[in-house]
């Protein structure tokens, strides 16, 4: 419990999402935290030692570091005159003295930039009796700084009660590298059972054990096997991964390799909206049915599980019934599944949803007025089909905004911690504890009503007396701050206009 705990804890206090937006991280932290997860595997990192040190504490996986990375320490002297010797030599001892099952070998930004050839090292080890393989450089950003784009163009054209197929691939976070590495140099032929599946275990959220958990016992009574838990298994089992009818993924480039070449279909996860909520759990599980050929015996599990949950919170949803709330959200292409959230899942009663968008953001996300039109049309749907008295308010005045809130008994769907004492509680955003199970659902309906049953205004915050930007929130507003993320943004968003406005000055 405790562990769970201080997972919660780590996951809230310091959401990936900082490193996803506003990081510059290398590819490395993604790849430790996959390889980390595997049993009998020793990742050895082809880098400066300060990386070696630094990538232990992996920004997926704050709560619990990698202690087993091995690194190659590169020096000076090898970034001069090259650094595949003591790549060798050190894998070589890392074998010598911990035995694994497999080296997986790392590249860096450092070794990229010399050109290391790691493939020929781990080529050198195997004819000596050595297991190793190879992650193979991409890009150098830990996240495609364009990945939000063009996951934000597409889902505005697709209608909110579509279920089109949305597989915008992310690239260069490291963990996908390694999944495609596994596929190409681990896994091995072999035959398929049916009524098996491997199930993709990064990105389920703080409680991710416990859902995964979770779903491998309910899959168990339609008769479907886990044949491996992708990465967070043993060597042999991940060898043997290809024995699976399906993959469950949330990334997709590996899934599509792995179908190639062992013919393994897949169920991606990142499809908006068809996932989300208790609507959205049945989906997972009757997709899995269909993709498994047992549809029928998979819906009839379905219905009786639904039934039996909301049985079990019929008393906490009659009390959120009765809460009259409006949601706040800094994000307008997400505002409908979180209207559907509330009102839907929760049974609360949603007057309002407010968006507040800054120049920044919308400069960020190349959010054009077209865009913008297309995502207010898309949230319109949604209220019609979810909450039919529900408005929708674009960065409203300060009056129209107070005006809102005396609608409502709470403010929900946030983490902006200064919308304290403005008249209504808040109840903090806690999305990541939502996830595919019926248990998963069960939690957050109880635990959203305990919340609400304890709610109250808090109108002396200490954080309050911190000065935030309202621009760059949960930044700081001070001159460091904001300039580390004016030089992010002309790295990441806007290389091509800087790149210009260089040239122009040299001609």
């Known amino acids: 419990m405790m562990n769970e705990r201080a997972d919660q804890l780590s996951v809230l206090m310091y959401p990936s999402m900082l490193l996803h937006e506003y990081g510059v991280n290398g590819k490395i932290s993604g790849s430790i935290g996959a390889i980390?997860?595997?049993?009998?595997?020793?990742?050895?990192?082809?880098s400066p030692k300060g990386c070696g040190f630094h990538y232990r504490q992996s920004a997926r996986r704050r709560h619990q570091p990698f202690y087993n990375v091995i690194c190659s320490e590169l020096t000076e002297k090898e970034i001069i005159l090259g650094?595949?010797?003591?790549?060798?030599q050190t894998a070589k001892k890392a074998y010598e003295q911990y035995q694994p099952e497999l080296l997986m070998l790392i590249p860096s930004p450092v070794s990229d930039v010399l050109n290391e050839d790691l493939s020929a090292v781990a080529?050198?080890?195997?004819?000596?009796?050595?297991?190793?393989?190879?992650?193979?450089?991409?890009?150098?950003?830990?996240?495609?700084?364009?990945?939000?784009r063009k996951r934000l163009r597409e889902l505005a054209s697709q209608k909110i009660t579509g279920n089109q197929k949305l597989e915008t691939e992310l690239k260069g976070c490291g963990f996908t590298e390694a999944l495609y590495a596994l596929?190409?140099?681990?896994?091995?032929?072999?035959?398929?059972?049916?009524?098996?599946?491997?199930?993709?275990?990064?990105?389920?959220?703080?409680?991710?054990?416990?859902?995964?958990?979770?779903?491998?016992?309910?899959?168990?009574?339609?008769?479907?096997?886990?044949?491996?838990?992708?990465?967070?298994?043993?060597?042999?089992?991940?060898?043997?991964?290809?024995?699976?009818?399906?993959n469950?993924?949330?990334?997709?480039?590996?899934?599509?390799?792995?179908?190639?070449?062992?013919?393994?279909?897949?169920l991606h996860l990142g499809t908006?909206?068809?996932?989300?909520?208790?609507?959205?759990?049945?989906?997972?599980?009757?997709?899995?049915?269909?993709?498994?050929?047992?549809?029928?015996?998979?819906?009839?599990?379905?219905?009786?599980?639904?039934?039996?949950?909301?049985?079990?919170?019929?008393?906490?949803?009659?009390?959120?019934?009765?809460?009259k709330t409006v949601l706040v959200t800094r994000n307008l292409q997400n505002a409908p599944y979180l209207l559907k959230r509330y009102a839907m899942d929760y049974g609360m009663q949603v007057k309002a949803v407010v968006v507040?968008?800054?120049?920044?953001?919308?400069?960020?996300?190349?959010?054009?007025?077209?865009?913008?039109?297309?995502?207010?049309?898309?949230?319109?749907?949604?209220?019609?089909?979810?909450?039919?008295?529900?408005?929708?308010?674009?960065?409203?005045?300060?009056?129209?905004?107070?005006?809102?809130?005396?609608?409502?008994?709470?403010?929900?769907?946030?983490?902006?911690?200064?919308?304290?004492?403005q008249g209504l509680?808040?109840?903090?955003?806690?999305?990541?504890?939502?996830?595919l199970s019926f248990e998963s659902y069960e939690r957050s309906v109880r635990r959203l009503c305990y919340l609400v049953e304890n709610s109250r205004e808090k109108r002396e915050l200490l954080l309050n007396k911190m000065q935030f930007s309202d621009e760059f929130f949960p930044m700081l507003q001070s001159k460091h701050s904001l300039n580390g993320r004016i030089m992010w943004s002309r790295m990441w968003l806007e290389r091509e206009k800087w790149k210009k406005g260089r040239e122009n000055e040299n001609m």
């Not at 980390?36 to 082809?46: A, D, K, N, Q, S």
């Not at 009056?399 to 403010?411: P, T």
């Open 123 to 148: 080529k050198r080890l195997e004819k000596e009796g050595i297991p190793a393989a190879v992650i193979r450089s991409e890009l150098f950003s830990h996240r495609d700084k364009e990945y939000s």
């Open 356 to 421: 507040r968008l800054t120049e920044t953001s919308r400069q960020d996300m190349k959010l054009t007025e077209e865009l913008e039109r297309k995502l207010r049309i898309r949230f319109e749907e949604a209220a019609r089909i979810y909450a039919p008295e529900c408005r929708l308010f674009v960065n409203p005045s300060k009056e129209m905004q107070m005006e809102v809130y005396r609608e409502a008994d709470i403010l929900a769907g946030t983490g902006d911690f200064r919308l304290e004492g």
């Open 272 to 323: 908006p909206g068809r996932y989300e909520g208790l609507e959205g759990i049945c989906n997972f599980y009757q997709d899995i049915g269909d993709a498994l050929s047992i549809e029928k015996k998979m819906k009839v599990l379905v219905e009786e599980e639904k039934e039996y949950t909301l049985k079990k919170i019929e008393k906490e949803r009659r009390v959120l019934g009765n809460v």
């Open 36 to 46: 980390g997860e595997m049993g009998g595997v020793l990742p050895v990192l082809h």
């Open 83 to 88: 650094g595949e010797e003591k790549l060798y």
């Open 183 to 246: 596929v190409e140099q681990v896994m091995e032929p072999t035959e398929q059972q049916t009524k098996s599946i491997n199930i993709e275990t990064v990105g389920w959220g703080s409680e991710g054990a416990a859902v995964l958990h979770e779903i491998g016992a309910f899959l168990e009574k339609a008769g479907v096997t886990v044949n491996c838990w992708i990465p967070s298994d043993s060597l042999e089992k991940i060898k043997k991964a290809p024995m699976a009818q399906l």
């Open 248 to 266: 469950v993924v949330r990334r997709i480039r590996w899934a599509k390799r792995m179908k190639e070449k062992f013919g393994t279909e897949y």
């Open 425 to 435: 509680p808040v109840i903090p955003a806690k999305k990541e504890l939502l996830s």
